[in-house]
């Protein structure tokens, strides 16, 4: 993937707010006027009261209960429900059918230049979203590079990371000393699990560290093809002398969760959504940032351009980005809120979950995906077949 200088700043602009909600929005809660003021009347009694249908094509585990059948219940609105695991089983469904069938889908931030190229969304109607009630980090986060021909193709709906994960009774783990590197270990031989292609940029991000292969925290890779190609037949071929340190390649949250609970798994490279679920349910589960910086990311709502049910797809995003919702979202997801006000409505267990995961100054480390164009995604894709081939 290109990097301009103005991504570049986008980019750190979605950070410098991400850090800022970290600190001053996470480490207290609100005051009671506080939040009245920014809750509002998010549901619209007069609304397609008991009237009409949503298809969603969304993350598996960003829709916990009772998100869905709460909006149901509040609007009469039938939701059917598509989860996917991977954003690459999302565009494959939504190239599959033109975009048909669906009315919401939801992309990562960072695959904005893939679905541009789809041209399968429709812009949102700006005045039919509450946009005030968004973090502006997280507005700016989708806006900076999901806005072409000066309309808004995507809005937030959570966020987290993809760092470290670990059985905390099979293994002691500290921040000042948790790297990428520390998975490859020869105490975790036969203990890891991870994506290929995010392990593929784990073990970049802390070759970078110890200067071993200087990439610019990875930005390099995505400076051009022949610049990215150099860079990954190196971090292909390290990833493959560790091969034996796989337990499992994960490519869900459902398998993410078992390969920590009962396949063997003591370490590994995972979202943060679902260690900090078992974390949250009392498992010996634990997750954090690492000394190279958590992979940060967003996931957001965009509408397809075969979207029939459009005002109950508008109905839905007034809904879920209320800041009662927004922490239900997190809360049951273990990611985190994109809403003003939504901290006072988290639990004190998400809380105390996201500062244990983001100690010191991790927050000021995040590692945001930049956008993705396509060759890089199919090039990513190759390198990490290969990796689980070998």
């Not at 980019?11 to 009245?36: E, H, P, S």
């Not at 890891?192 to 200067?211: E, F, K, M, N």
């Not at 493959?240 to 063997?264: C, H, V, Y």
């Amino acid at each position: 993937m290109s990097k301009t200088s103005d991504s570049a700043n986008d980019t750190v602009k979605t950070l410098r707010a991400a850090k800022d909600f970290n600190r001053r929005t996470m480490l207290k809660i609100a005051g009671a006027a506080g939040v009245a003021a920014v809750t509002g009347p998010w549901y619209v009694k007069d609304a397609l009261s008991s009237s009409g249908q949503l298809n969603l094509l969304h993350w598996d585990d960003e829709l916990p209960a009772p998100v869905i059948p709460e909006f149901e219940k509040k609007t009469g609105i039938k939701v059917n429900s598509t989860p996917f695991s991977q954003n690459e089983e999302q565009i494959n469904k939504l190239q599959a059918t033109g975009g048909e069938g669906f009315d919401l889908c939801e992309p990562t931030r960072d695959r904005a230049p893939q679905f541009k190229e789809l041209g399968l969304l429709q812009p949102f109607d700006t005045k039919k979203l509450n946009l005030d009630i968004l973090l502006p980090a997280m507005l700016e986060g989708s806006a900076s590079v999901w806005t072409w021909d000066g309309k808004l193709y995507h809005v937030p709906h959570c966020w987290g990371s993809e760092a470290i994960s670990w059985r905390t009774d099979l293994t002691t783990i500290t921040y000042d000393k948790l790297s990428y590197g520390s998975m490859w270990e020869e105490q975790y031989k036969g203990k890891v699990q991870g994506r290929p292609h995010s392990l593929l940029l784990g073990i970049g991000l802390w070759l970078d560290g110890t200067g071993k292969l200087p990439s610019n925290r990875m930005m390099d890779a995505f400076k051009d093809e022949d610049t990215m190609k150099k860079i990954y037949d190196v971090l292909l071929k390290e990833a493959i002398a560790r091969k034996p340190w796989i337990k499992q390649f994960w490519d869900s949250s459902d398998n993410t969760k078992s390969g920590l609970m009962e396949n063997g798994v003591v370490i590994g490279q995972t979202w943060d959504g679902p260690a900090l679920s078992l974390k949250k349910q009392g498992k010996p589960v634990s997750y954090m940032a690492p000394k190279e910086g958590a992979i940060a990311w967003i996931d957001g709502w965009a509408m397809p351009s075969a979207a029939k049910n459009v005002e109950q797809a508008y109905e839905w995003l007034k809904y879920v980005h209320s800041p009662e919702v927004s922490a239900k979202v997190a809360d049951g997801s273990g990611y985190n809120p994109v809403s003003k006000g939504a901290d006072a409505f988290l639990s004190d267990a998400a809380k105390k979950n996201f500062l244990e995961a983001y100690p010191g100054d991790a927050t000021s480390k995040l590692w945001h995906r930049p956008p993705e164009p396509s060759w890089f995604a199919e090039l990513r894709t190759q390198y990490a077949e290969k990796f689980k081939a070998a």
